[in-house]
């Protein structure tokens, strides 16, 4: 089993750090605590193998926490779990080390994706003295190629792949009307393509009712990345 500790101030986010940890089997949740100097107090007297760690705390943030970690050389590896969304404070964490990054708020795919990963690469490690390139790309790099796709249903993943292909090629907003024009699949699929994507954080849509009562949406796009890459950074569908 996985020894896990969260760090974590709110007690609310730390009940739902609890609960998910039940539902991902390979995992033992152990502690609990609420700032960086008690959780650096515990970590002298018990061993663990994965910290779940917030980076907004009292007294000593996340970031600091997570140095001198690393300064102390606790063999134990970090996963960030945090409203925290500024590139400077997600570089330094990758910087140090930080195995994955969760912005709140997050859902339990997101969550799961994570520890999976997180786990995949502990066994792997663990069990074996020597390692394989391919075996490294499909752990530390989090890329397996033989992932099975699952969309939900009435998806298809040909034509999410020319969804997207067309959404990135547009600066700005843009409308449903537009880009089912730009796809050649009828306005109500579309609406189910855009749902989706917006349900991986990839856009926003802002719903508008026209002067005679038509209704159409803006949408923006909020990460430009391929396609492939929303099963390294989301829940899984590639």
């Given at each position: 089993m996985i020894k896990v500790l969260v760090v974590e101030d709110d007690p609310m986010v730390g009940k739902l750090h609890e609960h998910y940890l039940t539902q991902i089997k390979g995992f033992q949740l152990c502690d609990i605590v609420r700032n960086s100097d008690e959780a650096l107090k515990i970590m002298q007297t018990k061993e663990y193998n994965l910290v779940i760690l917030d980076i907004f705390m009292p007294g000593m943030d996340g970031l600091q926490l997570l140095a001198k970690i690393r300064e102390q050389e606790y063999d134990v590896d970090v996963i960030i779990v945090s409203a925290?969304?500024?590139?400077?404070?997600?570089?330094?964490?990758?910087?140090?080390?930080?195995?994955?990054?969760?912005?709140?708020?997050?859902?339990?795919?997101?969550?799961?994706?994570?520890?999976?990963?997180?786990?995949?690469?502990?066994?792997?490690?663990?069990?074996?003295?020597?390692?394989?390139?391919?075996?490294?790309?499909?752990?530390i790099i989090h890329q397996d190629t033989d992932v099975e796709v699952t969309l939900p249903k009435g998806l298809d993943k040909n034509t999410l792949n020319t969804v997207w292909s067309e959404i990135i090629?547009?600066?700005?907003?843009?409308?449903?009307?537009?880009?089912?024009?730009?796809?050649?699949?009828?306005?109500?699929?579309?609406?189910?393509?855009?749902?989706?994507?917006?349900?991986?954080?990839?856009?926003?849509?802002?719903?508008?009712?026209?002067s005679v009562g038509r209704r159409f949406t803006n949408i923006n796009v909020l990460i430009k990345m391929p396609i492939s890459l929303i099963y390294i950074f989301n829940k899984g569908y590639y």
């Amino acid at each position: 089993m996985i020894k896990v500790l969260v760090v974590e101030d709110d007690p609310m986010v730390g009940k739902l750090h609890e609960h998910y940890l039940t539902q991902i089997k390979g995992f033992q949740l152990c502690d609990i605590v609420r700032n960086s100097d008690e959780a650096l107090k515990i970590m002298q007297t018990k061993e663990y193998n994965l910290v779940i760690l917030d980076i907004f705390m009292p007294g000593m943030d996340g970031l600091q926490l997570l140095a001198k970690i690393r300064e102390q050389e606790y063999d134990v590896d970090v996963i960030i779990v945090s409203a925290a969304n500024d590139k400077d404070k997600i570089k330094a964490a990758l910087r140090l080390g930080a195995f994955d990054y969760i912005i709140k708020p997050f859902e339990f795919e997101r969550f799961n994706l994570a520890l999976n990963n997180y786990k995949s690469r502990y066994n792997l490690v663990e069990e074996q003295s020597i390692l394989k390139q391919d075996e490294l790309d499909k752990t530390i790099i989090h890329q397996d190629t033989d992932v099975e796709v699952t969309l939900p249903k009435g998806l298809d993943k040909n034509t999410l792949n020319t969804v997207w292909s067309e959404i990135i090629k547009i600066d700005g907003m843009f409308t449903t009307e537009e880009i089912s024009a730009k796809v050649g699949i009828s306005r109500v699929s579309i609406r189910k393509y855009l749902e989706f994507l917006k349900s991986l954080k990839l856009l926003s849509l802002d719903l508008h009712r026209g002067s005679v009562g038509r209704r159409f949406t803006n949408i923006n796009v909020l990460i430009k990345m391929p396609i492939s890459l929303i099963y390294i950074f989301n829940k899984g569908y590639y």
